[in-house]
């Protein structure tokens, strides 16, 4: 086991939007638990990443700039194993995971993809969409107004016409669902899923969570919101995930977001030995290639 050297890549701060401490909480976790494992993990930036500072033939990271995204799938392509994929990371964008998810039957909200610069409003308005949510196309959410809630198609075309103007070409627009809004975090292949209502245990990043606001308790299949979750994790190709569903009033489970290793907050240390343990695993199956 001495013999598994570990490059560990951390999560630039400005990809951890208040949740810097948290990011690093889990990440330092699975850590610890890998080297009690017997594996040298050394741990680098983004930035060192970037520059060609990592070595190791076995990669496990946190990252989301899109050029340690590229240098994650050079590095996977020349036979690296890296832990989540970088392929797996860029699907986890937008544009790209409401493509796949919606084509590999997974349950999403009705949605459209646009480019900024087009009218929206007649769209919205024949599917009598009036409340959505437009959220950037082509990359993770870095800031609050990454995601926008609107009421109306009139307010739809405001916001995408200040994405323009902000640079984002494309964005997705989500009909907004009704119901309990519930955050997750599971690992592929493994026992370990973890739920619960953000907005009544004051978890937040962007304050969104209001929208659908306190739980009604609503009643739903537990087991049948793993299996989606997972199902979504082997189509995505993310090994550590985590994001967000609602339930309806009769029991449906929808998948409004899914992010590659989130921060793990409420349950990180149940969640880290179920991560390591995961990463062994497919460092073994690796090496048996």
């Given at each position: 086991?001495a013999?598994?050297?570990?490059a560990g890549?951390?999560?630039?701060?400005?990809?951890s939007?208040?949740?810097?401490?948290?990011?690093?909480?889990?990440f330092?976790?699975?850590?610890?638990q890998?080297?009690?494992?017997?594996?040298?993990?050394?741990?680098?930036s983004?930035e060192q990443l970037?520059a060609?500072?990592?070595?190791?033939?076995?990669?496990?990271?946190?990252?989301?700039?899109?050029?340690s995204?590229?240098?994650?799938?050079?590095?996977?392509?020349k036979?690296?194993?890296?832990i989540?994929?970088?392929y797996?990371?860029?699907?986890c964008?937008?544009?790209?995971?409401?493509?796949i998810?919606?084509g590999?039957?997974?349950p999403?909200?009705?949605?459209?993809i646009?480019?900024?610069?087009e009218?929206?409003?007649?769209?919205l308005t024949k599917?009598?969409?009036?409340?959505?949510w437009?959220?950037?196309?082509?990359?993770h959410?870095?800031?609050?107004?990454?995601?926008?809630?609107?009421?109306h198609p009139e307010?739809?075309?405001?916001?995408?016409?200040e994405y323009?103007?902000r640079?984002?070409?494309?964005?997705?627009?989500?009909?907004?669902?009704?119901?309990?809004?519930?955050?997750?975090?599971?690992?592929?292949d493994?026992?370990f899923f973890f739920?619960?209502?953000?907005f009544?245990?004051?978890?937040s990043?962007y304050?969104?969570?209001?929208i659908?606001?306190?739980?009604?308790?609503?009643?739903?299949?537990h087991?049948?919101?793993?299996?989606?979750?997972?199902?979504?994790?082997?189509?995505?190709?993310?090994?550590i995930?985590?994001?967000?569903?609602?339930v309806?009033?009769?029991?449906?489970?929808?998948?409004?977001?899914?992010n590659?290793?989130?921060?793990?907050a409420?349950?990180?240390?149940?969640?880290a030995?179920?991560?390591?343990?995961?990463?062994?695993?497919?460092?073994?199956?690796?090496?048996?290639?």
């Amino acid at each position: 086991m001495a013999d598994i050297n570990i490059a560990g890549i951390m999560r630039a701060g400005a990809f951890s939007p208040n949740h810097i401490g948290n990011d690093a909480a889990i990440f330092n976790l699975v850590a610890d638990q890998l080297r009690k494992r017997g594996c040298a993990v050394t741990t680098y930036s983004e930035e060192q990443l970037i520059a060609g500072h990592v070595k190791e033939q076995i990669i496990v990271n946190m990252c989301r700039e899109q050029r340690s995204i590229m240098k994650l799938q050079e590095l996977e392509d020349k036979g690296c194993l890296v832990i989540n994929s970088g392929y797996g990371i860029e699907n986890c964008t937008r544009e790209r995971m409401t493509r796949i998810l919606v084509g590999c039957g997974i349950p999403y909200p009705e949605s459209i993809i646009v480019n900024t610069d087009e009218g929206v409003r007649d769209a919205l308005t024949k599917l009598k969409m009036d409340r959505c949510w437009i959220k950037r196309g082509d990359f993770h959410a870095m800031h609050k107004e990454d995601v926008s809630y609107v009421r109306h198609p009139e307010e739809a075309q405001e916001v995408l016409q200040e994405y323009f103007l902000r640079g984002i070409k494309r964005a997705v627009i989500n009909r907004h669902l009704e119901g309990d809004l519930i955050k997750f975090y599971g690992v592929r292949d493994s026992p370990f899923f973890f739920w619960f209502y953000p907005f009544d245990s004051g978890h937040s990043k962007y304050g969104h969570e209001a929208i659908n606001g306190h739980s009604q308790g609503l009643s739903f299949d537990h087991d049948k919101m793993k299996a989606i979750c997972q199902k979504a994790s082997e189509v995505l190709d993310v090994n550590i995930y985590g994001g967000d569903c609602i339930v309806s009033a009769q029991g449906d489970i929808r998948i409004i977001d899914f992010n590659d290793w989130p921060s793990f907050a409420p349950c990180r240390n149940e969640a880290a030995p179920f991560i390591a343990k995961s990463i062994m695993a497919a460092i073994k199956a690796h090496a048996a290639k």
